[in-house]
Each structure stands twice: as structure tokens, then as C-alpha cells.
């Protein structure tokens, strides 16, 4: 049995935590692991994988909230040759290849509705179909799923299969975040430490007491993640010191100022829309203007060109309101914004509903139109529910 896997850690959260993933290891069962961004989900998994039966075949980590609605079944389940545009010869899923052995679904509250319900297939019969056959695919894998959402809140806002969160959390495990397992934030520094200086071929002095005090009082928002991002930096660029306060200070309040420069969904979301909402009024003026300019000519007897313009799909009139308003932004007055921000979702949904029909459903070319990336456009279809018309990848 492998053992070279291990979750470390002597709280007496983590020791019981343990006792619970070494009981669950010895059998087949689906595991679910909850707990904030960073904590150890997947290491975890890993740790149960190398303790199980299964431990000499493969891990496949699967990161659910990284790859596009649009390929993940193909991802997941396999595909046959020419089932979609680009799809030139046959290909195995992660399920077929992770026979025998264990496939690990990270974020899997971010799943499609539609991929939730062949994966309930799967845990329930081990069956599936690759995308475009009709053959039924057994495969003996075994499942543990992590999320750091709360899942009985997305049941409950539909987003998420009630059937399938109740089959995963049949058992379910749950990693506190490193704030409040005390001295393992020293244990873990101390890993990590061993490990940076062998891959830097460098050493550490280490550090002083009231320094070694501050690891333990900080917050550690972004989790043993941030913990061993924060020691290579340390190792890095602090070489030959030993660390104090503030030296330990200096970075944190760095790291901490980067974080305000992170990718924000909510705020991204906002800024697309804006984007997006610029775009279609100036476009909308420009299609005006040009109306007009034809009219005019027509009105003059110039002579037309037989061949037709090539002018992007109509757009719905937009309330004055909308026109006149810069492009900088939104109407921010609180008793308009939620109305504003109805209509404009709206807007939104037609024009990218009138693109994918101008691109025949090709998303890649819809996406290069809108002026986003496929991701978003993937997200935004399935936002708006224009996913139930088929469309092509490339």
C-alpha cells in the first residue's frame, strides 16, 4: 500500500479528520470534501487515494471550474471521431482512463446541470456513454468530488442536483481552514521549507520567535495555499537572513495589496456587461447613421450596389435612457440600477443569442465577434439558457 501520501497535521481536528479518511479509504464509497479555496482538498483526496486498495493505479485530478461547459462531457466521458467539429479521431475519457483506479472531481458545484446528470449515472451503475455513440461504457471508479461551495444553497437555487448533492454527501469530509488548526501552520512551514530548499538548492535561517508567533495569529485567508506560495517567496528573496517581523510583515502587506489587483467574478461580470452595453449603443448609433446615409442616397436616385451590405444583426430599441447615458458606465441612482441592469441583461442575451444564429452556433467565432473569450461566452450561454440549440466549437 502507498504511504508516501500524507495529510499532514496534529491539531486534534486534523488527527480525527484523518482517523474519518483512512476508515473511508478501505472501501469504494463516493466521498465528498468541503472547505474553503486552498485548504487541501485535493491533498486529501491523494491521501485517501495512496491509502486505498486502489493506490497502484492511477489519480485523476479534474478541475470542473476550469474547463468550458461545452467540452467537459467530452472531457469527463470521451468522445467518438467526428461526434463535433474538431473531433478527428476517438478519445477516452477521464472516467475510462481512471479505471481501477480514483478520479478526482474538483469544484464540483460547478458543473452543468446537464453533466450533473450523467455523473449521477456513473456513481449509481459506473455507466456512461461517450459523447456522440450510443455504446454503454462500464468503468469501476472511483469518485471523490471537493467543493468550496455550499451546496444545499445552490440545491436550493436550482443550480445544483438535489439527487446527486444528497449521493455525494453521503459521506462527507470536512477540512477546517489553517486559522483555526493552531500549530500545524508551523508543521506545514516546516514541510515546505524542506521542500523549497531542495528544489532552490538554497537554505533557510529560519525564523525568530515573534516572527515564528505572527505565522501563528495571522488570518491566512488564502489557506495552506497561501502559506506555501508566501515561504517560497521568503526563501527566495530573503536568502541568507533569518526572518523577523518585519521582514514577515513587509511581504504579507504585499501579498495582501496583489490580492486587491485579483481577478474579481462579481466585478468582472459588471465590467463585461458594461463593455458589452458600450459596444451594442455605439453600434447601434453607427447602424442609425448609416440608415440614414442610405436613405438619403435613395432619396437622391444614387444608384445601389447589387450586392448587399453585410450589416450585423438588427438591435432592439433601446429606452432613451440607455442612449444618452455615457459610455463609461451604468446609471448608478439606486432606484433605477436593478431595472436598468433587466434591460440591459436582456440586450445582452439578444445580441449574443443574434450571434451565435450570424456565426450557424460556431462559439469560437461568436466569441471573436462579441470581442470576449470563449470562456465567458460559454458562461454567458449557459446563463441565459441559449444552450439548448446546438452550436460548434471551431
Given at each position: 500500500m502507498n504511504k508516501t501520501v500524507d495529510f499532514l497535521?496534529?491539531?486534534?481536528?486534523?488527527?480525527?479528520?484523518?482517523?474519518?479518511?483512512?476508515?473511508?479509504?478501505?472501501?469504494?464509497?463516493?466521498?465528498?470534501?468541503?472547505?474553503?479555496?486552498?485548504?487541501?482538498?485535493?491533498?486529501?483526496?491523494?491521501?485517501?487515494?495512496?491509502?486505498?486498495?486502489?493506490?497502484?493505479?492511477?489519480?485523476?485530478?479534474?478541475?470542473?471550474?476550469?474547463?468550458?461547459?461545452?467540452?467537459?462531457?467530452?472531457?469527463?466521458?470521451?468522445?467518438?471521431?467526428?461526434?463535433?467539429?474538431?473531433?478527428?479521431?476517438?478519445?477516452?475519457?477521464?472516467?475510462?482512463?481512471?479505471?481501477?483506479?480514483?478520479?478526482?472531481?474538483?469544484?464540483?458545484?460547478?458543473?452543468?446541470l446537464e453533466t450533473q446528470v450523467k455523473l449521477l449515472r456513473v456513481i449509481e451503475s459506473g455507466e456512461f456513454q461517450k459523447v456522440g455513440s450510443s455504446e454503454t461504457i462500464y468503468a469501476d471508479t472511483r469518485i471523490i468530488a471537493a467543493t468550496n461551495k455550499n451546496l444545499r444553497q445552490a440545491v436550493a437555487e436550482k443550480n445544483f442536483r438535489e439527487d446527486l448533492y444528497y449521493r455525494l454527501q453521503s459521506i462527507e469530509l470536512h477540512i477546517l481552514p489553517l486559522r483555526e488548526r493552531g500549530r500545524d501552520v508551523l508543521l506545514l512551514a516546516e514541510k515546505f521549507i524542506r521542500h523549497f530548499e531542495r528544489r532552490h538548492s538554497t537554505s533557510f535561517d529560519g525564523f525568530t520567535s515573534d516572527a515564528a508567533e505572527m505565522l501563528?495569529?495571522?488570518?491566512?485567508?488564502?489557506?495552506?495555499?497561501?502559506?506555501?506560495?508566501?515561504?517560497?517567496?521568503?526563501?527566495?528573496?530573503?536568502?541568507?537572513?533569518?526572518?523577523?517581523?518585519?521582514?514577515?510583515?513587509?511581504?504579507?502587506?504585499?501579498?495582501?495589496?496583489?490580492?486587491?489587483?485579483?481577478?474579481?467574478?462579481?466585478?468582472?461580470?459588471?465590467?463585461?456587461?458594461?463593455?458589452?452595453y458600450s459596444s451594442l449603443i455605439k453600434l447601434h448609433h453607427e447602424i442609425g447613421e448609416l440608415?440614414?446615409?442610405?436613405?438619403?442616397?435613395?432619396?437622391?436616385?444614387?444608384?445601389?450596389?447589387?450586392?448587399?451590405?453585410?450589416?450585423?444583426?438588427?438591435?432592439?430599441?433601446?429606452?432613451?435612457?440607455?442612449?444618452?447615458?455615457?459610455?463609461?458606465?451604468?446609471q448608478t441612482d439606486p432606484e433605477h440600477r436593478e431595472q436598468e441592469i433587466q434591460s440591459l441583461e436582456n440586450l445582452e442575451k439578444k445580441a449574443i443569442s443574434d450571434a451565435l444564429a450570424s456565426c450557424n452556433g460556431n462559439k469560437r467565432k461568436t466569441a471573436k465577434a462579441l470581442g470576449i473569450n470563449e470562456r465567458t461566452l460559454y458562461r454567458k450561454i449557459s446563463t441565459y439558457g441559449l444552450d439548448k440549440s446546438k452550436g460548434t466549437d471551431s
Open positions: 497535521g496534529e491539531s486534534s481536528a486534523i488527527l480525527q479528520l484523518k482517523h474519518l479518511a483512512l476508515q473511508v479509504a478501505e472501501t469504494d464509497a463516493t466521498v465528498l470534501i468541503t472547505g474553503e479555496t486552498g485548504s487541501g482538498k485535493e491533498v486529501l483526496a491523494r491521501f485517501i487515494h495512496a491509502q486505498s486498495p486502489r493506490s497502484h493505479r492511477k489519480f485523476i485530478p479534474v478541475n470542473c471550474g476550469a474547463i468550458p461547459a461545452g467540452i467537459l462531457e467530452s472531457e469527463l466521458f470521451g468522445h467518438e471521431k467526428g461526434s463535433f467539429t474538431g473531433a478527428i479521431q476517438s478519445r477516452k475519457g477521464y472516467f475510462e482512463s481512471a479505471d481501477q483506479g480514483t478520479i478526482f472531481l474538483d469544484e464540483v458545484g460547478e458543473m452543468p501563528l495569529r495571522y488570518s491566512w485567508p488564502g489557506n495552506v495555499r497561501e502559506l506555501k506560495n508566501l515561504l517560497e517567496s521568503l526563501i527566495i528573496f530573503e536568502k541568507g537572513k533569518q526572518i523577523t517581523p518585519e521582514i514577515l510583515d513587509k511581504h504579507l502587506s504585499q501579498r495582501n495589496r496583489q490580492k486587491s489587483l485579483v481577478y474579481d467574478p462579481e466585478k468582472s461580470e459588471k465590467n463585461e456587461l458594461n463593455l458589452i440608415k440614414q446615409m442610405l436613405q438619403q442616397q435613395q432619396s437622391a436616385g444614387t444608384a445601389y450596389p447589387k450586392t448587399p451590405l453585410l450589416l450585423p444583426p438588427s438591435l432592439p430599441e433601446t429606452r432613451s435612457s440607455f442612449v444618452q447615458q455615457p459610455e463609461s458606465g451604468l
